[in-house]
């Protein structure tokens, strides 16, 4: 059974830190396209990031700043991370991973429609 599980949010104040986890069973993290993506309250899904599994190569949106947002991948505890620094307000979002058997990976949320998504972790940044 397929399962990814994203976990790792949760309350910070603004200016700091956090790492995002999503374990993944049911395949092997590093023959999947992974995708990061975040929905804040009434705005459109927005991808983060993104790993390739033909080369390990993450990718990021031309608009995120690549200082606040870095993408690794654990093959061994079969697992990919989104870590977060200098949070702030408008990071608030639900923060959800997304995997599809590819070696391209996508910062297109519909690209993952034939794959799997995990529920989302929250991460709500106030002072």
């Known amino acids: 059974q397929v399962q990814l599980v994203e976990s790792g949010g949760g309350l910070v104040q603004p200016g700091e830190s956090l790492r995002l986890s999503c374990v993944v069973s049911?395949?092997?993290?590093?023959?999947?396209?992974i995708g990061w993506f975040r929905q804040a309250p009434g705005k459109e899904r927005e991808g983060l990031s993104c790993?390739?599994?033909?080369?390990?190569?993450?990718?990021y949106p031309d608009n995120i700043m690549k200082d606040r947002f870095a993408m690794s991948r654990d093959n061994a505890k079969n697992a990919v991370y989104l870590q977060i620094y200098n949070l702030k307000p408008e990071d608030t979002a639900v923060y959800s991973c997304?995997?599809?058997?590819?070696?391209?990976?996508?910062?297109?949320?519909?690209?993952?429609?034939?794959?799997?998504w995990g529920k989302g972790t929250l991460v709500t940044v106030s002072a």
């Open positions: 049911g395949f092997n993290v590093e023959n999947y396209a």
């Open positions: 997304a995997a599809v058997e590819q070696g391209l990976c996508s910062l297109k949320a519909e690209y993952y429609g034939a794959g799997y």
């Open positions: 790993i390739s599994s033909v080369d390990g190569r993450t990718h």
